[in-house]
Each structure stands twice: as C-alpha cells, then as structure tokens.
C-alpha cells in the first residue's frame, strides 16, 4: 500500500514538473525568440498550419517519436510504459496550451523584453525539467526515442540528443523560411535554451544537494 501511494506521489510530481515546464516553454514562445529545440517543430508548424494548436502538434510530434520507438524496439519494447508516455505527452500538450493562454493578454515589445522572457522561460523550464527527474517516473516521448535510437545503434545516448536537437532546429529553420520567410520557431534563444537549460538543472541540483546537506548536519 505504501509503495501504491509513493508510485501515486511520484506521478503527481512529475505532472507539476510537466505543468512547470509547459509554463516555461510558453515564456520562451512568447518572448519570440525561438523556443526549446524538442518543441521548435511543433511550434513552427503551428505558425503555419492552424489545424492543431501548438500543443495539439506537439502531441501529434509525440506520437511520431512514440512509433518511432515502437518500429525500433518491436518485442523489446513495453507496452505499459508506451501507455504511460502517451497519456503524460498529451498532458504535457494540453498544458502547454493552457500555460499559452494563461500568458495571452501579455505583450512582448522590444529586444530588451524579449531577452528577459527567454532567459525567464529557461529558467522556468529547467526547473520543471528538475522536478520530472526528482519524480523519476517516466521520460517524455522525445527522450525516450532518443533512448531507444541509442540501444539499438550502441551510440552514446547524450549523442544521440545532440544530434536531434540540431536536427529539429534545422527542420524548424526550413520550415520558417519556405513558408513564412523569416525565422520565427527558432532562433538565437533556441540555441541559447540549449545551452541555459542543462546549465540551469545543474544549479538546481547542486542548491538542492547543499540544501539537503545542510538538514542532515
């Protein structure tokens, strides 16, 4: 019973580090400055196409990563945990709808305000990214394909990340410029998250390691 309640407790974190993230990737959207390079896709192809909100893409881009797993790990793979991806990456979809629409009446004007909520944005990401890894539950559809490339190749897993998130800046890139002729998914804050977010988490676990360090002594 008490390992029920601790399961249930885990998933609850998760699902508010998942909330916090999505308010973080909303931040980074609207400062216009190009958003993290797991949701530039989505997030490009939802300033071109209004048939899904960008968290309705980022749920379809979710399925993709989820079936590229699947082809990948065919007998390997677990069906529960597939299950599970799913339902958290159509959370964290809707939520990234509801973070947007939390901050809509905000307005965004000049380079100086723009910075400000990039930076904001990474922070608020990294935090909710820390609090998914202290839940310890589950990995979204985007990680967990990078995973699976990476046991099926033997190539080293960070990579692997490496590598995608290049290629999604990319892909996203192209996608601005044919169809709206500017950059508008990804930019220098795409790069920049790339670069704060990990840098960011790194803090938060060094302060939490003191912290806890401190209430043992």
Known sequence: MKIHKQVIFNYLIFIVGLFIASLGVAFSTKAGLGTSPVSSVPYSVSLVSTLFTFGGWLNLFSVIQITIQVLLL??????IEIIVQTILAFIYGYLTNFSCYLLRGI?????FSQFTFMIIGCIVVAFGIWIQLKGGVAMLP????NRAISAVTGKRYENIKIFFDIFYILI????????????????????????LVGSFIKLYNKTFDKLFKKNED
Not at 107 to 111: A, E, I, L, N, R
Not at 182 to 189: F, I, T, Y
């Open 74 to 79: 065919r007998s390997k793979c677990n069906p």
């Open 107 to 111: 307005t965004v004007t000049g380079y």
């Open 142 to 145: 985007g990680e967990a394909m």
């Open 172 to 195: 996203s890139a192209v996608i601005c410029l044919i169809f709206i002729g500017k950059l508008e998914g990804v930019r220098e804050g795409s790069i920049i998250a790339a670069i």
